[in-house]
């Protein structure tokens, strides 16, 4: 049986006796708020608008915020979709049902509401 002997270490990696370090933490930072680049809409002031101003409204969101889906009532039927363009005698109407775009004279409209649909 062999009797076994521990040997010292043959390769040595020396390492510096180093004190403490200190270490500089951040104390303060500065900001800069920036705008968004366009204005919230504001769905409490929706409810006062009338029917054409609430057709410019959802015809001009920026592309920022994603369409929003509404109900356009008309004198004859009632749509859901959302309003694509609008000038003052027509609006261009993407049906959700259909997914196919009708134009509708304006003086048709008889009311226009938000769907909270996603």
């Known amino acids: 049986m062999k009797k076994r002997v521990e040997n010292a270490p043959l390769l040595y990696i020396v ?54 889906t509404c109900e356009l009532k008309t004198k004859n039927r009632t749509y859901e979709g959302i309003v694509q363009t609008c000038d003052k005698k027509k609006v261009v109407f993407i049906v959700s049902d259909e997914e196919k775009t009708i134009t509708i004279p304006l003086e048709h409209i008889v009311s226009v509401s938000l769907i909270g649909k996603s």
Not at 16 to 33: A, D, E, I, V
Not at 38 to 61: G, K, W
């Open 15 to 68: 390492q510096p006796n180093l004190g403490p370090k200190t270490c500089y933490m951040q104390q303060t930072f500065r900001t800069r708020k920036e705008k968004p680049s366009y204005p919230p809409p504001s769905f409490a002031n929706f409810r006062d608008m009338n029917t054409a101003e609430r057709i410019e409204f959802l015809a001009t969101l920026p592309n920022e915020l994603r369409p929003v």
